[in-house]
Nanobody, 121 residues
Framework: QVQLVESGGGLVQPGGSLRLSCAAS????????MGWYRQAPGKQRESVAV???????NYADAVKGRFTVSRDNAKNTVYLQMNSLTPEDTAVYYC???????????????WGQGTQVTVSS
């Protein structure tokens, strides 16, 4: 079994910062992409930032220049540093990772349980 456990959400004032973490554990042979999605009330889930196993990360236009995704492959962990937060960033943030649990099993996407980020004064 593979688990993704997120941490770091909470309440922050506009203009503030938060750092989300997501650690993958369990039966892991290899990890390809890791990243973050978010879902605001009444809206569809959207991609925020994705960090592939190689190359530059991809960011949603709404967060470019404010959010930074990084990963520690030794710890199977992905991070999302969020700066200059606005109320429009309020959402449940989900971690996702493309993981192969065995060499003979195809890669599949796993999701964390989500962590609430609320930006409000």
């Amino acid at each position: 079994q593979v688990q993704l456990v997120e941490s770091g959400g909470g309440l922050v004032q506009p203009g503030g910062s938060l750092r989300l973490s997501c650690a993958a554990s369990g039966s892991i042979f290899s990890i390809n992409a890791m990243g973050w999605y978010r879902q605001a009330p009444g809206k569809q889930r959207e991609s925020v930032a994705v960090h592939g196993s190689g190359g530059a990360p991809n960011y949603a236009d709404a967060v470019k220049g404010r959010f930074t995704v990084s990963r520690d492959n030794a710890k199977n962990t992905v991070y999302l540093q969020m700066n200059s937060l606005t109320p429009e960033d309020t959402a449940v943030y989900y971690c996702t990772a493309a993981i192969r649990s065995r060499s003979y099993i195809p890669t599949r996407d796993y999701w964390g349980q989500g962590t609430q980020v609320t930006v409000s004064s």
